[in-house]
């Protein structure tokens, strides 16, 4: 007899598959009347999970897949904490407070023990952050000088989602520069076409989504203080390092895209994507304390001090603050370094072997940006479309990304890799030999389609 009556259906077996649960659908739009077993539910819970792509598989996702046991038990430890609860949890807050100084530092700003920052859901939030502080500067400017401030718009190139949507929630037009010719990034000349005096910012993306590369961050600033000589308008710069932000400092650490350029007022990176971290958590991260506009930020009393607090969201878990604190601790700027290293070695070894095949033109080769790799289907009867090569290798479990290109190219399909940490050089050689024989099988059985139109959403 259980201790307390909690009106459940005791089962009357050990086994799962015999409790008279395994012989019903379960629930799918009302509250079950009465209780279950945990065990019994949970199983059909996890064997339902298993119709789900596998995580490691799926090579379309920039986000984390992979975790050291570390970093399991550290979430376990969190479950329970409210990152937002600063006075009850303040060591969780004070190690929110040091990833933020932290990536201040890697990202070379000018006051990186002071300047502010926080953590977010992911890039999303972050970068809807990073876009109100622009729209607020800008405003304040506009109304000191006496001038409307009724109008104000986004400059940006081909980015990511969250910007689009940005504009539309935060009521921004977003001025979308095109993709022309052979284009694969924004090009800086074409900044000057788009800006005016009502531009609260421009937005370069460090490992654009679509096609893995890195915006010229450096020659977009050069446009803007060209500009600015020529117009006076002082535009800032935000960059979308949501990928790039956890790659550049470790891979390409001579190239300027940060802090060192004095527009650059903001950048975000996703913790969850190269940060290493598990999901759930972004970083956004200003200049300096003056960047970021006071009165967007709330006070809360915490420890007798005041802790600023600047978010969309209220309650949030801590597990993947305090398990992005433990990566920066546990693998330090080299361990970093050969995690990406080792994923940028795999990318471009992949990259080799795949123009090798034959049917595939690269497009972007994995050296310059992120760890991954672009290619489109070059001219030819093989027998299939990029689409049905997504679908072949899907058998064997991989997730492999086709779509077309973004804004004006959108008549280029394309197909994207992406290797991140816990994908071995042996693991991409399994990926190599299925795709190899996906090109065989559709040598000797190909395909006839008119047209096919796909639609794919980026993460
Ligand atoms: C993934 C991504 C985002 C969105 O980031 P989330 O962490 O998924 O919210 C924004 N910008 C770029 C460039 C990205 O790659």
Known sequence: ?????????????????????????????????????????????????????????????FCTTWME???????????????????EYPQTAEMEARCVH?????????????????????????????????????RQKREAAG??????????????????????????????????????????????????????????????????VYEDVAAMAKELDDIQSEKGWDIPIHV???????????????????????RVKSINASGHKY????????????????DLPKDLIFYVDYLGGNMATFALNFSRPGGQIVAQYYNFLRLGFEGYRGVQ??????????????????????????????????????????????YDLSDKVRQHGWQIASYPLPNDRQDTVIQRILIRHGISRDMAALLLRDIKAAVEYYKAHPVSHSSSTRTFHHT
Not at 240 to 262: H, N, V
Request: contains cysteine; negative net charge; hydrophobic residues 40%.
């Open 102 to 138: 932290i990536l201040a530092d890697l990202w070379n700003s000018p006051q990186a023990h002071t300047t502010l920052g926080c953590s977010t859901t992911g890039s999303s939030e972050a970068c809807m952050l990073g876009g109100l502080a622009m729209k607020w500067r800008w």
């Open 1 to 61: 007899m259980p201790l307390h009556n909690r009106n459940r259906i005791d089962p009357i077996s050990e086994d799962v598959y015999e409790d008279p649960m395994s012989n019903t659908l379960l629930n799918k739009f009302q509250l079950p009347q009465n209780s279950t077993q945990p065990e019994v539910i949970a199983q059909f819970i996890k064997d339902e999970l298993l119709l789900d792509g596998n995580a490691k598989q799926n090579l379309a996702t």
């Open 240 to 262: 979308d390092a949501a990928s790039g932000g956890f790659i550049a400092p470790f891979i390409q650490p001579e190239l300027e895209w940060d802090f060192r350029i004095d």
């Open 275 to 290: 940060g290493l971290a598990p999901l759930g958590v972004g970083w956004v991260v200003w200049r300096s304390e003056e």
């Open 69 to 87: 046991d570390e970093v399991h038990d550290i979430m376990d430890l969190c479950v329970d904490k409210n990152m937002i609860d600063k006075d």
């Open 341 to 386: 290293q080792a994923c940028v070695d795999t990318a471009q070894w992949l990259a080799d072997e795949i123009s090798k095949l034959g049917p595939f033109e690269m497009f972007y080769d994995g050296r310059g940006g992120l760890p991954a790799l672009s290619y489109t289907l070059k001219e030819g009867d093989w027998g299939f479309n990029l």
């Open 147 to 212: 001038l409307d401030a009724s109008k104000p718009n986004l400059v940006v190139g081909p980015v990511q989602i969250c910007w689009h949507k940005f504009a539309r929630y935060f009521d921004v037009e977003l001025r979308q520069i095109p993709l022309e010719g052979n284009e694969v990034s924004t090009n800086p000349e074409k900044i000057k076409d788009y800006v005016d005096e009502n531009t609260i910012g421009v937005i370069p993306t460090l490992g654009v989504t679509y096609t893995c």
